[in-house]
């Protein structure tokens, strides 16, 4: 992220408009008493094939995320293998920090997305576009391992750096004209280090896996792809600032090649893009494993989420509704989250110190990852004041 994009806020703005456009009607923000039914499909739309004809944004709010991993830590360093890389084809690696090999968190990045020539050109700051140096100076939230408050300090960790501009949910290269050859590779990358991880932590009784913004999407397809590679250990997704991802950025995927990238289950045969949307992931994954434990955490005014949300003529007020829908579909649908959202405008929680600090209807964030975490989960917790 830094000075990039969530995939969150750019999704809202160009996937909303194609929808529109595409499907002529469709309301993704229906309040969570208005849902009526488990399916968690959506009407078909097409692909996005060719740049947007005008420019969506202006000065774009610039987000943050998680420092990366300290070059003078007890972090490694991982090359990938060959067939991974970042968008523009150069090298990918990841980062490993080995501790308690018996709980392992597994945390993929957020930075954007690119769906279009434009968005996806070289020096477009839509999406992040390279792995970092691994230099950062004070790592913060999660990452903070001298805090005392931090449940993971003492956990093995796997931070999957993005660079594709693909939710990490991408396995192609991808032409978009004008010598805009980009490699949609996050899918690719982030199996690698997934592998990686279940070579190096085979006894791993405890395995986390979370995401903020971009990588809060995937979360519960690398659940499930952990759970089949490790099934003695205990699964657990985090998805931070995905709550309000629309389902209209099914209209997108076709250009990652996400669908041929999903795992050989059964909860994936004969899907489609236009069934592709968060609510489809959760349901699909816990079908899957139903051993696998849900939380997700957002804030009702997401800074970047409304900024882009009044630009694609949508209220920021509805927010928290998109939030709340998409969770009652996916318990709808069999599958119990444990949901936090606060008040505010603040983007993704995990990698900054207000982890720490946030506390909502006499509840502390961090007391309530820490029962999630325990497996003793407590109750969804909800702004009342959500304007903070």
């Known amino acids: 992220m830094n000075r990039h994009l969530s995939t969150l806020s750019r999704l809202v703005v160009v996937a909303s408009l194609v929808a529109v456009a595409a499907c002529g009607s469709g309301d993704d923000e229906q309040a969570a008493d208005d849902v009526g039914t488990t399916d968690v499909s959506t009407p078909a739309a097409p692909a996005v094939e060719t740049p947007v004809s005008e420019p969506l944004v202006t000065e774009p709010p610039i987000t943050e995320s998680p420092a990366e991993p300290a070059a003078d830590t007890d972090w490694e360093r991982v090359a990938a293998p060959a067939d991974c890389m970042c968008a523009d084809g150069s090298p990918y690696s990841w980062f490993v920090r080995e501790a308690d090999p018996t709980k392992v968190l597994f945390f993929l990045e957020g930075g954007g997305a690119c769906f279009t020539g434009d968005m996806c050109a070289p020096g477009s700051e839509t999406y992040k576009q390279m792995v970092g140096s691994g230099v950062a100076d004070s790592p913060t939230g999660i990452f903070d391992l001298t805090n005392p408050d931090n449940p993971f300090a003492d956990w093995s960790m796997v931070f999957v750096p993005y660079c594709t501009g693909d939710v990490h949910a991408g396995n192609l290269t991808k032409d978009y004209g004008n010598g805009i050859v980009i490699e949609h590779k996050g899918f690719v990358n982030a199996s690698a280090a997934l592998d990686d991880t ?6 791993a009784s405890t395995v986390v896996v979370a995401g903020s913004s971009a990588g809060a999407f995937p979360t519960p397809i690398f659940g499930g792809l952990i759970g089949d590679l490790l099934p003695n250990a205990g699964v657990k997704v985090i998805a931070d600032s995905g709550g309000a991802i629309p389902d209209a950025m099914s209209a997108v995927v076709g250009n990652w090649g996400t669908i041929e990238s999903l795992p050989d289950w059964p909860e994936f045969e004969g899907v489609s893009p236009a069934d592709f949307n968060p609510p489809f992931t959760f349901a699909a994954a816990a079908r899957h494993n139903p051993e696998i434990t849900f939380a997700r955490h957002d804030y009702a005014f997401d800074n970047v989420l409304s900024s882009f949300a009044r630009m694609a003529g949508l209220s920021p007020d509805d927010l928290v509704n998109v939030m709340k829908d998409g969770e009652t579909r996916i318990e709808q649908a069999g599958t119990a989250v444990a949901s936090w959202i606060g008040p505010g405008d603040a983007h993704t929680i995990l990698g900054r110190d207000a982890m720490y600090d946030e506390e909502m209807n006499g509840v ?7 029962a999630f975490l ?10 009342v004041d959500c304007a903070g």
Do not use: K, M, S
């Open 374 to 383: 325990d497996g003793t989960p407590l109750a969804d917790n909800y702004c």
């Open 364 to 370: 502390r964030f961090i007391d309530w990852l820490r």
């Open 198 to 203: 279940v070579a190096r932590f085979a006894e």
